[in-house]
């Protein structure tokens, strides 16, 4: 099977007690605050707009570096530097450098979980909870949606034809996933129970392909709790902040 290359503040320290005899102003020295801001590369890609939902979500400044896959610009030495297999996302947060979008939003909502809208939920149990649905879309719902993406929408701009059965074959893979998450959301708001989390954010940019530029979204509308589901999480202001960059 072809597989498309690459998809995948804070405050200055107080001044201690002890200097204060030292009777500074405004007009000895100048003290500057200096932010500092993550930077993430690839935005335009679906997997690096989980980080940037999850970055929002939690109040987390962010800039973005553009990195053209179909132009081959992952390959070049420089980039291989940050992430030797060639893929998006990766975050650069200070001297600190992570990739693969699944690890970096665990990184984030653990690092800030006080911040912003805590992803992780509030007890072990939650937690558990969370990191099985998230398990669940990385390993059953993300490869046929994947599928997808690339033979219907990327096939032609990365040289190769569609291949219709693997489409045919991962539509129906698609459904079946779709109607266990059914089942499961008419007992919960959220796939981990009551409150958003990274479970469901994980899910955004992938499925908006599918509503939209797929022409799938009967997927999601012919399942009521599916489709109330994805009225919800889809019209968060992270989300709707993040799908016009």
Request: glycine share 4%; hydrophobic share 35%; net charge negative.
């Amino acid at each position: 099977m072809r597989t498309k290359p690459g998809f995948e503040s804070t405050p200055p320290h107080p001044i201690p007690s002890h200097y204060t005899q030292l009777n500074f102003t405004a007009s000895d020295v100048e003290i500057k605050e200096t932010k500092m801001v993550v930077k993430v590369y690839g935005p335009h890609y679906a997997s690096t707009k989980r980080v940037l939902v999850c970055l929002a979500e939690k109040g987390i400044e962010f800039e973005t570096s553009p990195v053209d896959l179909i132009k081959g610009e992952n390959r070049n030495p420089e980039f291989l530097e940050l992430q030797p297999f060639g893929s998006v996302p990766v975050i650069q947060d200070g001297d600190y450098t992570l990739y693969e979008s699944r690890a970096i939003i665990r990184y984030y909502a653990e690092k800030h979980k006080s911040q912003g809208t805590d992803l992780l939920g509030e007890s072990i149990e939650e937690r558990g909870l969370v990191e099985q649905w998230l398990e669940v879309e990385a390993q059953n719902y993300h490869p046929q949606i994947y599928n997808l993406t690339l033979h219907i929408l990327f096939a032609s701009a990365l040289g190769f034809p569609p291949d219709e059965k693997l489409i045919k074959e991962s539509e129906e893979k698609l459904a079946k996933v779709l109607d266990i998450y059914e089942e499961r959301l008419s007992r919960s708001k959220y796939l981990a129970g009551d409150f958003f989390s990274l479970a469901d954010l994980s899910h955004l940019p992938f499925t908006q392909y599918l509503v939209g530029p797929m022409k799938k979204e009967f997927m999601i509308r012919s399942r009521k709790h599916v489709s109330a589901w994805w009225d919800d999480i889809s019209s968060r202001p992270s989300w709707k902040k993040v799908s016009l960059l």
